[in-house]
């Protein structure tokens, strides 16, 4: 019950008030749906302390986005299965995710490198994020240029956290 509420108030700070944000000029959907793994985030009380977050979409015949989130923590295996839906239908890179009902939160895409490799999630408030990669590894160099963009941004990349990935 702890979890539903405390994921009820994270919902409600994801949606924020704030309509100063940026997202990327265009995301094509078949490209972006696939598995993606979580690399860094900013912390929050459901992901901290974290590993092998795997995030993954499947675009549905009606256009709703089904979601898997996969994580380990504590040792135990966590499945989250929000659903999605594209908000802004220009860009396709603005969407609505619902963890619980009836909230609906903004979900950014505020990063995506042309071959659909890298990618940060946001949200208008900036309060949260995820860095997630197609691959298990993210090189220095990318996370770096990653971290200077949202830097430019106004994220406070100084709070972003690593998530492992420690796969055997």
């Not at 949606?15 to 979580?38: A, I, P, Q």
């Not at 971290?147 to 055997?168: D, F, H, R, S």
Request: contains cysteine.
């Amino acid at each position: 019950m702890r979890l539903i509420a405390l994921a009820i108030a994270l919902m409600g700070i994801m949606m924020g008030c704030s309509r100063n944000y940026n997202t990327v000029e265009k995301v094509e959907l078949h490209r972006f749906m696939g598995d993606w793994y979580v690399h860094a985030i900013l912390p929050n009380p459901i992901e901290k302390n974290s590993s092998n977050g795997i995030e993954s979409y499947s675009l549905n015949p009606d256009g709703t986005i089904a979601i898997t989130y996969t994580f380990s923590k504590g040792g135990k295996q966590k499945v989250m299965h929000p659903k999605g839906k594209v908000f802004n239908k220009t860009t396709n890179a603005e969407w609505r995710v619902q963890l619980f009902k009836p909230f609906w939160a903004k979900y950014l895409i505020i990063y995506l490198d042309q071959n659909y490799l890298h990618t940060a999630i946001g949200v208008p408030n900036r309060r949260f994020l995820w860095i997630m990669s197609r691959e298990k590894e993210i090189s220095a160099g990318e996370y770096a240029k990653i971290l200077a963009n949202l830097k430019q941004q106004g994220y406070k990349t100084e709070k972003i956290v690593k998530i492992p990935q420690v796969w055997e």
